[in-house]
Each structure stands twice: as C-alpha cells, then as structure tokens.
C-alpha cells in the first residue's frame, strides 16, 4: 500500500453540553429507584443534623432566662448526631452502589462502541486520541461518577435542607445568608463560561503528546536510521509546551474562581452573627433562633465548600464524557445508527457475495483522486486479481471493497445491498480485509484460532494449519503451547500464517488480501494462495503484488492511475498484448 504523508488527522467528534445533559438525564431517569432511595436517606441524614443546632439554641436560650434542664437536651443531641451517622453510613453506602452501577455500564457501553468504530475512522483520528479517551478521560469520568457526583448530591440536598432550616427557624435570618449569593453567582458564572472550553483543550492537547509520543516510540527504528531524533524531539517539545499551555490556562482559571468562592462562603457567618446580634438586640428575632441560625450557617460551609470543590471536578469529568460520548458518534455516524437511518431489524441482508462496484470515484484529499470512475462487478466465488504499478490505487479500492473506506460517489454493493446500508456487525462478519497487520493475542496457539470460530473442532484447526503449510511447526509446538506477548514469540512468517488460519475456520462471503502472504517465501506463498483458493467458498479479491496470484485467479483487472485499463482471464490479456502483458513480460525480466 503506498502511504505518502498521511492525511490531515480528524480528531473524534466531541458530545455537545446538550447531549451530555441528556445523557446525564436519561441515566438518573433509568436509576430513578435507587437514586431516589439513596437522596432519600441522604435527607434523612442531613434531617438529624439539623435538630442539634435547634436543641443548642433552646439551649442558650434557656441559659439566659435560667430555665433550661440540660442533660434531657444533651442526651436528645447525642441521639440526633448518633441517628445521623448511623444514616449517613447507610446513605453513603447507596450512593457509592449506584455510582458503581453507573460506572459499569458506561464501561460496557464504552467499550461496545469503541469496539464498533470503524477501522477509518479510527486511522484519521490517530492513536493518541482513543488510547487517551478509553484510558485518561474513562479515568477521570470514574473518578467523577464515583465521587465527586454523590458527594454533589449531598451536599446540595444538605445545603438546601439547612436554609430551610434557617426559615423555619426565622425567615428574617435568610437575609445575612443571601450576601453570598450575587458574589458566588457572579464568579462561577464566569468561571463554567471558560472551564469547558479549557478542560477540552487541555484532553485534546494531552492526546496529541500521547500520539506523537506513540508513533516516535513504534518508529523509534526509523527515526534513528534517518537521524530524526532532534525533529521528533522538537516535535515532542511544541506538544509538551502546548499540553503546559493548556493547563496553565485551566490553572490561572480556578485559582481566580476558588479565591473568589472561598471569601464568599465565608460572608455568611460573619454577616449572620454580626446582622443576626442587631436583630435580637432589636427584638425583631429570639436569642434561640439567632444562636440556631448562626450554627446552621457555620454548618453549611463544609457542604458549600464541597461543591464548589466538586463542580470544578465536575467539569473536567463532563469534558471527558463529551469526549466518550462522542465516540458513540463518531460510530452512529459512519454506521448509519444516526436519527435518519435504517432500523437494524429492517436491514436487507445481501443475498449472496456478488460485489458491484459502481461509477466509484475517492480521494484522500481533495484535488488527488484515487480512484477515477470504477466500474466492476465481482461473481460470487469469483478469485480475481487486481494489479497494477505502485500507486495505481489497488489497495484503495480493496479498502473500499471491504468496506473499510466509503466512497465519495458512486457505491460498493455486496449481494445487492450497499455497503453503507449494511449493520457494522454484518459488514465484519461478510467481508474481511486481510493485510500484513495481524495481531496475536497472549493465550494458547488453539485460543488464537479458537477465536475465529468457536466452536471448531481440534480437526477443523489442523486442516486450517495444513492449508497455510503450518501444520509442521505448529504440531512440533504443541496446539496449547502459549504465545504471545510474553511468551513464545512467533517469527511475522508464522503469525501471518495463523492469521490466514484464522480465515480458513471464517471461511467468510468475501475476502479481500491485500499483501497478506508477504512474509511468507515466495514459494510458500504460493502454495498457501492456492490452497485458501481452494478452501475458501466466497468471493476472493487478491490486490497481487506478485503476479503468480494473477496468473492463478480467474479473472484480472488491471489498475493505472485510479482507472481500470484492461480486465479478462490470465492468458487474455496476455494474448491482447497489452499493459498486463508488458507488466508480465517485466515481472520475468
Ligand atoms: N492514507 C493515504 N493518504 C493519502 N493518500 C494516500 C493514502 N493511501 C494512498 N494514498 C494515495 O492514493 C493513491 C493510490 O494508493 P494505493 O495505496 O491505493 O496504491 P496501490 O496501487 O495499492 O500502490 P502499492 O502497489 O504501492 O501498494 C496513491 O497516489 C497514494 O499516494
């Protein structure tokens, strides 16, 4: 595949405020039952903290008139602040339950949809971007889901409970508390108008270290063998100063906001004793109520103090769900599971694995087609090879064939139906693209067959092996021998063979290769193209860069510059005397 400079990355849509909102709304609504239970309890709590206050002043109260009994009072406090300990407990217990459920699910879902996006999307969106969101920003909505929106949850009930405390006790004594309100209502306001639009910029800065940091790391050969080290260092330098920026800029924003929100939490207190002594001195409250009310206020620091805590935090876990969320976009678009698409059950499915490309053009930027106007149509079971020089566009239009790319016009059908129309899971399931990338997982050799098909038998995985000629180091091996990370490494040769081995137990519709058996011999090559020719039932699409594979297919079609210039059998065009005649003639010197 030729791969000039990649194309500009498209980083992964990010959730509106909106849809993480809705989000949020249809979460509490689908938990309404243990979130009611666990605010309910919270209440309680915060109900039993209350009374002491009251009882302490009746008590002064009453120690000013020399008419109180104190020790009834006393033990009627020390069984309010048992009671709400012990509800408390029980209160916390809830909320950290459903916190857990919470979080579980959005990591099943998470992982669903990152699971679910499609191979392009997540090549133009580079490394950095999904190993950040499914590592960093997961992290940090843990964190918020566990802590910081129970913890918000309380402390907002708390707050609310003890003004209205504060009213019953004497609606006057609201006033001195209302001091804070337009101090704390004019800093957040302008602290959230900033705060997202930060922590988003702060998550896509650190994604994009991650990213050059990766590929400098995996290239790290490369780099070395042209003596790029001081450009990737330069590189890594402009992304190190870019993700300081971006937490500076978030840093220089709390530490205005929390100053400012710490001095007007305090006003209160002060302004509650100071206005609440007057009006006792006034007649106008009772010596009880001021007393009460000044330890309501006092009491509501901590709860207060705790949610401007949390509602920075809160912030930085909505950036990182907007960012999770938006990779369920980025899937529901490219899927067609958006507002406007077609029901899963009224999906057509494709009656069989014919493929017809029809008047397909493509670009991976604008101005430099590809693919130039493709007309072709593929027969079911039909092995065909296409070739071409270097850059012809053979690889892009396998990757439009499997589906892996969409084209710009024109449209890719597999049994009728356009590829566009077909369910992600239908579409990996009847079309496989095949190239040198494969991948090992840490288990067993038998496990790493077994998760093409299940079910196979020990039989079925020999007759896969035998087919990619690797039955002979297999057996020596053993079928439970561990590979892997770790353990026995495989040579490329002997990964791709069970890669291919993996195919032979798919056995799917339609299989596109596209320089699968490049790490094998020549020779080896050949016998292993031949046998998957042989056990394969479905349509066969081999982008050939050796030219035996164009001899063995039943058909080829010759690609120059994005177009098809010939297309027949092997010894057709070798009669017609033409481009695949003159690329023949070169390939045998
Ligand atoms: N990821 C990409 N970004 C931008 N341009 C690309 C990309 N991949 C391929 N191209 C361009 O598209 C054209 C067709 O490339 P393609 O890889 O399909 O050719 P090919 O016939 O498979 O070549 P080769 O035999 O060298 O693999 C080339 O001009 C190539 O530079």
Known sequence: ?????APPAEPLPVASPK?????????????????????????????????APQLLGRIVEGAAHGTVKVAPVALAICVAVVLQAVLTRFARLASLRLGETV??????????????????????AGTGELVTRTTRDVEVLAFTVQRAVPDTLV???????????????????????????????LSTRWYLRRARAGYLRSSSSYAQLTDHLSETVAGARTVEALGLQERRRRRTNTDISASHRAELHTLNLRSVYLPIADTAYMLPVAATL?????????????????????????????????LLFWMDEIQVGGASM???????????????????SIDKTQRPAPHDGEIEVRGVHFAYRKQQASLRGIDLRIRPGERLAV??????????????????????????????????ELSSDALRRDVILVTQEYHLFRGTLADNLLIARPDAEPADLERALRAVAAWEWASALGLSHEIGSG???????????????????????????????????????RTVERALAQLLSGTVVSIAHRLQTAHDADRVVVLEDGRIVESGPHRELIDRDGSYAQLWKSWHG
């Not at 209440?43 to 039993?48: D, N, R, V, W, Y």
């Not at 064939?401 to 059908?413: L, R």
């Open 387 to 420: 070739v071409g020089p270097s850059g012809a566009g053979k690889s892009t239009l396998g990757r439009l064939v499997a589906g892996i790319d969409n084209p710009g016009s024109g449209s890719v059908a597999l049994g009728g139906v356009p590829l566009s």
């Open 103 to 124: 979080l579980a699910e959005m990591r099943e879902e998470f992982v669903d949809r990152v699971l679910s996006l499609p191979t392009h999307t997540v090549e133009r």
């Open 487 to 525: 353990a026995t490494e495989l040579t490329p040769a002997q990964a791709q063979q069970v890669a291919l081995a993996r195919l032979v137990l798919l056995n799917p519709p339609v299989v596109v290769f596209d320089e699968a058996t490049a790490l094998l011999d020549p020779q080896t090559a």
């Open 322 to 340: 907007a960012r999770i969320l938006g990779v369920q976009t980025a899937a529901a678009v490219v899927h067609g599971s958006g507002k406007n």
């Open 274 to 306: 100071v206005i609440g002594g007057w009006m006792y001195i006034e007649g106008l409250v009772t010596l009880a109520a001021a007393t009460a009310a000044t330890l309501y206020v006092q009491q509501v620091i901590g709860p207060v103090d705790t």
């Open 155 to 185: 402390a907002g009930t708390t707050v609310a409970l003890t003004i209205g405390a504060i009213c019953l006790t004497d609606p006057l004594l609201v006033l001195p508390c209302l001091i804070a309100v337009p101090v704390l209502w």
């Open 19 to 51: 849809e993480v909102r809705a989000h949020a709304r249809r979460t509490m609504l689908r938990h309404r039952g243990p979130l009611a239970r666990s605010l309910a309890l919270h209440a309680l709590a915060c109900i039993s903290a209350l009374i």
């Open 1 to 5: 595949m030729t791969n000039t400079a």
